[in-house]
């Protein structure tokens, strides 16, 4: 059943992803952005740690979660540094996703060539 919670938690974000997508005129980036931002604000009051409880592993894998990365790391860190925190801690969690999409995208640039 957990596999199952999992499963349906990212197929229903990737459906409304689409359902946005094909019935407004928002572009894959506008969507991308949108869902960081809601995935924030649903950590901002302890909804998205329910998720994760619940769903586990499909609750993670989504681009919500980086939101909710972004601001738990911030929060934890504004608990022990105060208003400093907030910026320092914001990374603190997403530093090896954002270093090796970076370091990825270097190396790929270097093997591939891009289309005209």
Do not use: Q, R, W
């Amino acid at each position: 059943m957990y596999f199952l919670n999992s499963f349906l938690f990212c197929g229903l974000i990737c459906l409304i992803a689409e359902l946005i997508l094909d019935n407004t005129k928002l572009t894959p980036g506008h969507i991308t952005s949108l869902f960081v931002v809601i995935g924030a604000a649903l950590d901002s009051f302890g909804i998205y740690d329910y998720f994760i409880s619940k769903v586990g592993g499909g609750a993670l894998l989504p681009i919500t979660s980086f939101g909710h990365s972004l601001i738990h790391g911030a929060l934890l860190a504004a608990e022990s540094h105060g208003f400093i925190g907030l910026l320092m801690g914001m990374f603190d969690l997403t530093a090896t996703g954002i270093t090796a999409a970076i370091i990825f995208t270097f190396v790929f640039t270097l093997i591939f060539k891009a289309k005209d």
